[in-house]
Every structure is written in C-alpha cells, then in structure tokens.
C-alpha cells in the first residue's frame, strides 16, 4: 500500500527500501498474495469523493454566511476537482503500478507452495491469535526464511507495520510465542521501512540459536 497508493500518499521511506534493493544494497521477498490483498484497501481507502463533496458543502454553507469569498470558493472548487482527478487517474492505474513490481530489480516476489500451507495449518493451532489472512503471511515469511537460510543466506529480516504480525504489543511487551517462531526461524523484525527500529543486536543471528 505504502508503494502502490496515490503519489501524495505513498510513504517515502517505502520508497527508500525499494531503491535500496534497485541499488543491489539488499534484496527484497514479497509474498505475492501480498500485492492482490493490497488492490482492495487501497482502491477504497484512497477515495476522496466523499471528503471533496464536505468541502463543497462547506463552501456553500460559508457562502450563504458570507464567511468565503467569491473568488476563495472558485480557487477552492478548482483544487478539488484537481484533487479527485488526479487521484481517479491514479487509481484507474493500479494494476500497472502493482504489475510494475514484476520487473523491479532487487524485489523477489514468491508464490505460497505446499510447504507454507502446512505451516499456516500447523500454527492455527497456536495461541498467536492472528487473523487468516495475518497467519497465511507468517507461515510463508517464516518458511521462506528457513528456505533462504539452507541455501546460504544471512542477516534475514521481516519488515512489518502490522502490530499483529509483530513480535511486541503497543506498549512494546515482547509475545513470547510469535518471538520465539521468529527466533527460531532466525528472523529479525523491524516495524519501519528504514530498518532501524527496533535495532538489530550485534551477534545476530546466533543470539537466536
């Protein structure tokens, strides 16, 4: 969403972490279901219509009261039509902004295989209480990592915004269990796009062991 959303409402540091991986400073891993699960909020949470039509209302009740200006309501309109249009055209293009993604050097975007099923399976016996959509995530982060790491790669991190899926609550109190799958899958979780907080300790991974 942070990429895919309106231009004035992407997130910058998002961004940052893209061109990160373009530059061949890190490589990125994206569960594809991610990208379809995105297509839905992001063309209804980024609507305006109903927003723009309260400032219309406004300006006629402001103008009755004599409270607006003429030439402040014709500036007004003409922001707000400028403002749905831009953003209608936007979305009229969100499937190529997320087809985009296909070709984006560094990014690596994986399909759910059987082997993730299962984990998803196996942990909806757990007390992690995570919604299925959030437990379908997980199982795939958690299995892929454990794939990358057989095959030789290090220093793996998740990074994720969704308090669910991170490993301490809103008044940073670890969950044990949803640490302890991280750990064991020598995963570091980050709750920013920048990948500084929380910091990384020296000697990970094998603190995890």
């Known amino acids: 969403m942070a990429y895919a959303a309106p231009a004035h409402r992407r997130v910058p540091a998002a961004l940052t972490l893209l061109e990160r991986a373009l530059t061949g400073e890190l490589a990125l891993w994206l569960p594809s279901i991610c990208i379809s699960e ?28 004599q409270l607006i200006t003429p030439d402040q309501e014709t500036q007004t309109r003409v922001v707000l ?3 749905e249009g831009s953003i209608r055209n936007e979305l009229n293009k969100l499937d190529e902004r997320l087809a985009e993604l296909k070709t984006v050097k560094g990014l690596n975007i994986f399909d759910i295989n059987r082997k993730m099923l299962e984990r998803c399976s196996a942990l909806s016996f757990g007390k992690l209480g995570l919604l299925p959509f959030d437990q ?8 892929h990592a454990e794939e990358l790491t057989a095959s030789g790669e290090k220093d793996l991190a998740f990074c994720e915004l969704d308090t669910d899926l991170q490993p301490w609550d809103k008044r940073n109190n670890k969950k044990n269990e949803l640490a302890d799958l991280y750990d064991r899958a020598r995963v570091w979780v980050y709750g920013d796009f920048l990948l500084e907080t929380p910091e990384m300790p020296k000697g990970w991974p094998d603190l995890a062991t």
């Not at 995105?38 to 009261?65: C, M, Y």
């Not at 995530?137 to 299995?143: F, K, S, Y």
């Open 38 to 65: 995105a297509r839905h909020p992001i063309s209804t949470k980024f609507q305006v219509k109903n927003e723009a039509d309260s400032v219309r209302q406004f300006l006629l009740w402001g103008k009755e009261r």
């Open 81 to 83: 039509d400028k403002m």
């Open 136 to 143: 379908a995530i997980l199982a795939a982060i958690l299995v």
